[in-house]
């Protein structure tokens, strides 16, 4: 990313999560415990259940925002699953609307990816085996219907997805789920001075995104997570609808960075701030063995605001990192590979009013907007191919957009037309465009009929035309 483009999303991000202002007692309740979604582990064999719902939360004291979420009022458990196993998962629709689940970052067939195609009538349930082939990871689920992404995640519908296995097991990582291996769930939201939570419906919100004014984690705000002195394992996931985050500990202690959205690096990386885009998932080593209270914060160049609080209870030994983490094999790259070429393009917002359930054409791809009914690429199952993604910006937008496949884990070659920085090694399924990239993939999973979408990951961008689909077959 460009510097120019990195402050300005930076400097909208610290703006957008400043503490409340006029909301009644937001400042007088005590820091809530960080609150650590339920654990369904499908490792062992065995259906996992999930229930679409609708819900109620307090967002601030003694006033009710209306939400949903999986199996409870707002986000869903923690889903935990194993490589070279199958897991069932039970999805039952208990909203007034179609919806549907989509596990982002599982490498399936098309026909449980839970894209806009698997739509779940009101009162319906699919039932669906997710075969786990690829590497531990660290992914998440949410909603996917055509038209209707954005307002139904920000409503709540999402959660996280782990992946495991013997490899990373063995490098003896922090592993006890909730208390050195925490899932962090990041999201803004538009809190109201009611104290309400409101999904902004306006063309600002479709040009843009919807950027909230209030941070949370694992659905409330400033919370503080007690752990142990030693070292603790952060799975980071950006669920927010539109806003990138830039994240460092206020007392300037390092970070090591061992995992992207496809798996562990091939070894840590010492960093003092990982930005995240919509959709990417970090994982980071943070050592607490000096027992000091800290904070992790969103944060630019002019100020910081906390985004989670950590309470260490005594004092440890400085923390082993491994120096290896995983091995993998990055596809070769012949001459005769085949080339595409993507522009994500912006234009004007609907009028004020409509909500955009199947896109209005604000947004398109190639000058397109999506079209359920339209496949836009053909692939061959098994083809490594390279696609160069470029944004075109309208005269009233130039803004970065995180560019999600469905179906595959990429890597990049070249940004901007030169060798990708740090900040884009790994495998990924998600990156930020603000300047040309190019991705090498290899297609493994199949898609002959039901296709596999491409889109933008500013949600209010895909319910409003940036999104294409594709066959593998």
Known sequence: MSGTSRRRLLKGLVASSLPWIGVPGARAQLPPLLPIPALLDATRGGDVHLKAQPGQVELAPGVASAT?????????????????????????????????VHWHGLLIPSQVDGGPHNEIAPGSTWR??????????TAWYHAHPHGATGPQVYSGLAGMLVVTDDEEQALRLPSRYGENDLPLILQD???????????????????HGVVGNVMLVNGVREPQARVGAGLVRLRLLN????????LAFTDGRPMHWIGTDGGLLRAPVALRRITLAPAQRGEVLVDFSDGREAALAATDSVRSVPVVRFAVSGKGEPARIP????EWKTPAREPSL???????????????????????????????????KRIDQQVKLGDV?????????????????PFHIHGVLFEVLSRGGKP????????LDTVLVDEPVELLAQFTQPAPKMPFMYHCHILEHEDHGMMGQFTVA
């Open 128 to 137: 669906v085996r997710l075969p786990v082939g690829q590497a531990a990871a």
């Open 338 to 372: 085949r080339r595409r070429e993507l522009t994500l393009t912006t234009g004007v917002a609907p009028m004020m009013g409509r909500t955009g359930h199947g896109g209005h054409g604000a947004h398109g791809i190639d000058g397109a907007p999506f079209d359920m």
């Open 239 to 246: 669920a927010a609808n539109a806003s990138t985050f830039t």
């Open 323 to 326: 120096p290896r983490l995983a």
């Open 385 to 401: 191919e390279v696609w160069r993604i470029a944004t075109r910006p309208s005269a009233m937008m130039d803004q970065p957009h």
């Open 189 to 207: 939201r538009v809190i109201d001075r009611a104290g309400r939570m409101v999904y902004p419906r306006n063309p600002m919100a479709v040009m």
């Open 68 to 100: 949903a979420g999986y199996n409870g009022p707002y986000l869903g458990p923690t889903l935990r699953v194993r490589r070279g196993s199958e897991a069932g998962v039970t999805v039952h629709n208990a909203l007034a609307e179609a919806t549907t």
């Open 420 to 427: 990708p920085g740090p900040e884009d090694q790994g495998r």
